[in-house]
């Protein structure tokens, strides 16, 4: 049986993960496959720290990613390191060397992707990064392989867990966001500086890989307007819940007549859609195309376990296109160009809510501009939805409101964005 060497950058949660799962199920890999790896070499930050993990007997722990990627019997380099910059020099030299590559790092890869993935190519060498999406759930194979002959029109997805887990424990346990981000750091679901989690970075990042798989289209971070949910409030979340909705993250791309639109944010969502009952740390992806309708994948976005399973099916991947010299091959070659365009700016229903102590009871009759499809009212807070307007409609409604009102938040309505030209309705 044939020994195919690996080595590891990065030993934190995610590279401790792949070691365990790697150890434990190295039976299994042997009695399925006609080759077996080898851990050979972990690189680390900090050697002081990791002298008492558990690594395979005989494998080099080192504080030089040299000693991983220059070294000539390592064939595969793991890469789990979770930077931009320093994992960036070490992928190039790797892949410079002659070595296949797996990584986790959805950062890198969303902004230094296309020019990592053509040097890859050019060197002849796998480049697989199946957990750099939704950890757990094998979406980037499911785009690429099972529907590969199907034309994808939109995908829609919760794929942070930790802003997932602030909005569930917001409308679950009626906290404030500072409550609820606090409780998640405790957790352990929030790192102690959440910027990118909660300010929609990460899930705009993840979107920008998914949208190369379904859509054949390169997105840049300035192509995706996005927002956190640092200022989602309680009455929103009440609001919305009395008027059969949900307030969730979104990351969303559409595909139009050679457009392609996007958009992340905190968006309102039917009670009665799949995605709106997606709770906690948990992440899910809706795509809708030609051949299937709605398919909805969910399953864990994060944790050792769940982004190890994704690495290892990538190392078998890898594994046998060396056993088999088929080593170069993309994981995703569809190329499709459209135009990017702002999803934020279509036509769109918005839920509109005031908070205060004001005559809320006089709002909907003082705003002739929009005729509310439904409204609610509760302790110190109105809510009503609009119908379709456009952005800058909503810009004058927003500024005739705030006139007499401090507190006044709008949120898109999922799925109610009209991309086509539509008579827009006031």
Same mark, same amino acid.
């Given at each position: 049986?044939?020994?195919?060497?690996?080595?590891?950058?990065?030993? &934190?949660?995610?590279?401790?993960?792949?070691?365990?799962?790697?150890?434990?199920?190295?039976?299994?890999?042997?009695?399925?496959?006609?080759?077996? #790896?080898?851990?050979?070499?972990?690189?680390?930050?900090?050697?002081?720290?990791?002298?008492?993990?558990?690594?395979?007997?005989?494998?080099?722990?080192?504080?030089?990613?040299?000693? %991983? %990627?220059?070294?000539?019997?390592?064939?595969?380099?793991?890469?789990?390191?979770?930077?931009? =910059?320093?994992?960036?020099?070490?992928? @190039?030299?790797?892949?410079?060397?002659?070595?296949?590559?797996?990584?986790?790092?959805?950062?890198?890869?969303?902004?230094?992707?296309? =020019?990592?993935?053509?040097?890859?190519?050019?060197?002849?060498?796998?480049?697989?990064?199946? +957990?750099?999406?939704?950890?757990?759930?094998?979406?980037?194979?499911?785009?690429?392989?099972?529907?590969?002959?199907?034309?994808?029109?939109?995908?829609?997805?919760?794929?942070?867990?930790?802003?997932?887990?602030?909005?569930?424990?917001?409308?679950?346990?009626?906290?404030?966001?500072?409550?609820?981000?606090?409780?998640?750091?405790?957790?352990?679901?929030?790192? +102690?500086?959440?910027?990118?989690?909660?300010? &929609?970075?990460?899930?705009?990042?993840?979107?920008?890989?998914?949208?190369? #798989?379904?859509?054949?289209?390169?997105?840049? @971070?300035?192509?995706?307007?996005?927002?956190?949910?640092?200022?989602?409030?309680?009455?929103?979340?009440?609001?919305?819940?009395?008027?059969?909705?949900?307030?969730?993250?979104?990351?969303?791309?559409?595909?139009?007549?050679?457009?392609? #639109?996007?958009?992340? &944010?905190?968006?309102?969502?039917?009670?009665? =859609?799949?995605?709106?009952?997606?709770?906690?740390?948990?992440?899910?992806?809706?795509?809708?195309?030609?051949?299937?309708?709605?398919?909805?994948?969910?399953?864990?976005?994060?944790?050792?376990?769940?982004?190890?399973?994704?690495?290892?099916?990538?190392?078998?991947?890898? &594994?046998?296109?060396?056993?088999?010299?088929? @080593?170069?091959?993309?994981?995703?070659?569809?190329?499709?160009?459209?135009?990017?365009?702002?999803?934020?700016?279509?036509?769109?229903?918005?839920?509109?809510?005031?908070?205060?102590?004001?005559?809320?009871?006089?709002?909907?009759?003082?705003?002739?501009?929009? /005729?509310?499809?439904?409204?609610?009212?509760?302790?110190?807070?109105?809510?009503?939805?609009?119908?379709?307007?456009?952005?800058?409609?909503?810009? +004058?409604?927003?500024?005739?409101?705030?006139?007499?009102?401090?507190?006044?938040?709008?949120?898109?309505?999922?799925?109610?964005? /009209?991309?086509?030209?539509?008579?827009?309705?006031?």
């Amino acid at each position: 049986m044939r020994t195919i060497t690996i080595g590891l950058l990065g030993l &934190g949660t995610v590279g401790k993960g792949v070691v365990a799962l790697l150890q434990k199920q190295a039976p299994k890999i042997s009695r399925t496959q006609d080759f077996q #790896f080898k851990l050979k070499s972990v690189a680390v930050h900090n050697l002081a720290r990791h002298q008492n993990d558990d690594l395979p007997a005989g494998t080099i722990l080192t504080d030089k990613v040299a000693t %991983v %990627v220059d070294d000539p019997e390592i064939q595969i380099v793991i890469e789990a390191m979770g930077t931009i =910059e320093p994992a960036k020099v070490a992928i @190039c030299q790797a892949i410079l060397n002659g070595k296949s590559i797996i990584s986790a790092n959805k950062d890198l890869l969303a902004t230094a992707g296309p =020019e990592l993935l053509d040097l890859a190519k050019t060197a002849k060498v796998d480049f697989f990064y199946e +957990a750099s999406v939704a950890g757990g759930i094998p979406i980037l194979r499911i785009l690429s392989s099972s529907l590969e002959t199907d034309q994808i029109t939109q995908i829609t997805g919760i794929i942070n867990g930790t802003a997932n887990y602030v909005l569930t424990a917001m409308d679950r346990e009626k906290q404030d966001y500072a409550t609820a981000l606090q409780a998640a750091q405790k957790l352990g679901y929030a790192e +102690a500086d959440p910027t990118n989690d909660v300010q &929609g970075i990460d899930a705009t990042y993840k979107l920008i890989i998914l949208s190369r #798989f379904a859509f054949g289209q390169s997105l840049r @971070c300035a192509d995706v307007p996005s927002q956190g949910i640092t200022t989602i409030t309680p009455a929103q979340l009440q609001s919305a819940d009395q008027l059969g909705l949900k307030i969730k993250l979104l990351a969303v791309a559409k595909e139009f007549n050679h457009q392609l #639109f996007s958009f992340v &944010g905190p968006a309102a969502l039917p009670a009665a =859609e799949p995605l709106a009952h997606v709770n906690g740390v948990q992440n899910a992806i809706a795509i809708q195309s030609d051949a299937l309708g709605e398919t909805t994948y969910t399953g864990p976005g994060a944790g050792a376990a769940p982004t190890a399973n994704s690495i290892l099916s990538d190392l078998l991947a890898t &594994g046998d296109d060396i056993v088999k010299g088929n @080593c170069g091959r993309e994981f995703n070659s569809y190329r499709r160009p459209a135009r990017a365009r702002s999803l934020a700016a279509v036509p769109q229903r918005y839920l509109i809510t005031i908070a205060g102590t004001g005559n809320l009871l006089s709002i909907a009759s003082s705003v002739p501009t929009a /005729q509310w499809k439904r409204q609610v009212t509760g302790n110190h807070y109105w809510s009503g939805l609009t119908p379709v307007i456009t952005q800058a409609q909503l810009t +004058a409604l927003m500024k005739k409101l705030q006139k007499s009102h401090q507190q006044v938040a709008a949120l898109p309505l999922a799925n109610s964005w /009209q991309t086509t030209p539509a008579p827009v309705t006031v």
